[in-house]
Nanobody, 122 residues
């Protein structure tokens, strides 16, 4: 069952930017660490970023560090992933996930969205 909803994906040229949003209408996201994962065709789902629920600590994979920024707006019950300087290798379906703590391991998360497609191409 889908419990989180991602939006903001689309087609963008290399070097461009997109902002992804993750929201939930039926539960409060502030109680959870929220992670972003991505999965390209034929590849494993990999961790991209995470923001904690308590001290708002943020984490990034080496491949996106310095280009992506994760943030949350608890009043809007939304977590964002600002993606800058996009590369073709960023092309994937992006998922948000909620769990008790930040981890790069997908098994740390209890709830998942359905994913949103990001395509970086000229």
């Amino acid at each position: 069952q889908v419990q989180l909803v991602e939006s903001g994906g689309g087609l963008v040229q290399p070097g461009g930017s997109l902002r992804l949003s993750c929201g939930a209408s039926t539960f409060t996201m502030a109680y959870y660490a929220i992670g972003w994962f991505r999965q390209a065709p034929g590849n494993e789902r990999e961790g991209v970023s995470c923001i904690s629920s308590s001290d708002r600590s943020t984490y990034y994979s080496d491949s996106v560090k310095g280009r992506f920024i994760i943030s949350r707006d608890n009043a809007k019950n939304t977590v964002y992933l600002q993606m800058n300087s996009l590369k073709p290798e960023d092309t994937a379906v992006y998922f948000c996930a909620a769990g008790g703590y930040c981890s790069g391991d997908k098994y740390a998360y209890e709830y998942w969205g359905q994913g949103t497609q990001v395509t970086v191409s000229s």
